[in-house]
């Protein structure tokens, strides 16, 4: 177990420094093979020396080694949470078939949430076949209906959501790919989780918008995007799940 948890922190860090490439490159529309990790202020090669996940960041300062220029704090960042949060997944999960799916999913939605934040896009070239690989592992672990259902729904509600908003105020209240993040999420996590997902984003998505337009002093047509506040819903339902589902329907029964 020790071990398993050890290799899932040691490729989790060096599968965050490709999910940087991801985040940097997607909203570009780069290659995320060719060419290879390089600087983008003076497109000089890196050196593996320069490319081991956090190390090197602190090594060289947070710069550059040939142009100086920063480097982004995102960077040891998002190699740090993605190492962390697999070593967590095969802590959590153990050695079943579950783990599979639960890094396959932590990857996307980390990758998702760090291009949200910094475009406010939500690609279709991660979403779409998001939703596809949601659909295949459900099926391989046997709830491929309540994934089905899932994805169907999760696009639904939010569009249905959007459309009613766009109908009172005139104006599209999120974008389309906050759509297709729910529908991967009810791919992946069945559509059981859908409830849980769209309440617990919602009062996030509530308090910390509250926060930064009060911080920020902008109006309140500033957007703000919505797809963290979903993927933190979902991480939290793909760990304790199964507990939260077993708390409401045993609070339910009481009540009954």
Not at 89 to 114: N, T, Y
Not at 178 to 192: N, T, V, Y
Not at 219 to 242: K, N
């Amino acid at each position: 177990m020790i071990a398993l948890i050890l290799l899932s922190g040691f490729l989790g860090f060096l599968v965050g420094s490709f999910a940087n490439v991801c985040v940097y490159r997607i909203p570009r529309r780069e290659s995320i093979v060719l060419p290879a990790s390089h600087c983008p202020a003076c497109n000089h090669a890196i050196a593996p020396l320069d490319n081991i996940p956090i190390f090197s960041w602190l090594m060289l300062r947070g710069r550059c080694r040939y142009c100086h220029s920063r480097i982004s704090w995102r960077y040891p960042l998002l190699e740090a949470l993605m190492g962390l949060s697999w070593a967590g997944l095969a802590w959590h999960f153990g050695p079943e078939p579950q783990l599979a799916m639960a890094l396959v999913l932590l990857f996307l939605l980390w990758v998702l949430s760090f291009i949200d934040l910094e475009t406010g896009l939500l690609p279709d070239v991660l979403t779409l076949p998001g939703i596809a690989l949601g659909l295949l592992f459900s099926w391989w672990l046997e709830h491929g209906l309540d994934a089905l259902i899932g994805a169907i729904a999760g696009y639904a509600i939010l569009w249905s959501v959007n459309r009613l908003f766009l109908l009172f105020t005139g104006r599209e209240g999120m974008g389309y790919g906050d759509f297709k993040l729910l529908a991967m999420l009810g791919a992946f996590l069945g559509w059981q989780a859908l409830p849980f997902i769209i309440l617990l984003s919602s009062v996030i998505g509530v308090v910390i918008g509250s926060l930064f337009l009060w911080a920020s002093r902008r109006g309140l047509r500033a957007e703000i995007p919505f797809g963290p506040y979903l993927a933190a819903a979902g991480m939290i339902w793909l760990l304790w799940g199964d507990a939260i589902l077993g708390w409401y329907m045993t609070t339910a029964g009481m009540q009954g």
